[in-house]
Nanobody, 123 residues
């Protein structure tokens, strides 16, 4: 069992930056690839970024490439999402999730989810 708790969301102006953190419980954090998903009002949850178990590979949706960076610290059981050059269309609830599978872009393959943190980007 893995429990995930996100933090770091907030209100920021367009062009600004935020760093999201996701702290995981348990001693098997490195057994899971980690992903960040986001859900805007009235829209489906969408994949944003993912990182493999030891950070060797990262994956991004095209709309955040070059602006967002996912990283992890297995010693701290934490995954991060550094978000730069934020745009109003990045406004959403951001969720971190853990998966033991290999289809990182699919929400249905993730085993555990956090409660989400709100990110609001004003224009």
């Amino acid at each position: 069992q893995v429990q995930l708790v996100e933090s770091g969301g907030g209100l920021v102006q367009a062009g600004g930056s935020l760093r999201l953190s996701c702290a995981a419980s348990g001693r098997t954090f490195s057994s899971y690839a980690m992903g960040w998903f986001r859900q805007a009002p009235g829209k489906e949850r969408e994949f944003a970024a993912a990182i493999t178990r030891y950070g060797g590979s990262t994956y991004y949706v095209d709309s955040v490439k070059g602006r967002f960076t996912i990283s992890r610290d297995n010693a701290k059981n934490t995954v991060y999402l550094q978000m730069n050059s934020l745009k109003p269309e990045d406004t959403a609830v951001y969720y971190c999730a853990a998966t033991s599978k290999y289809y990182y872009r699919l929400a249905g393959t993730y085993d555990y989810w956090g409660q989400g943190t709100q990110v609001t980007v004003s224009s």
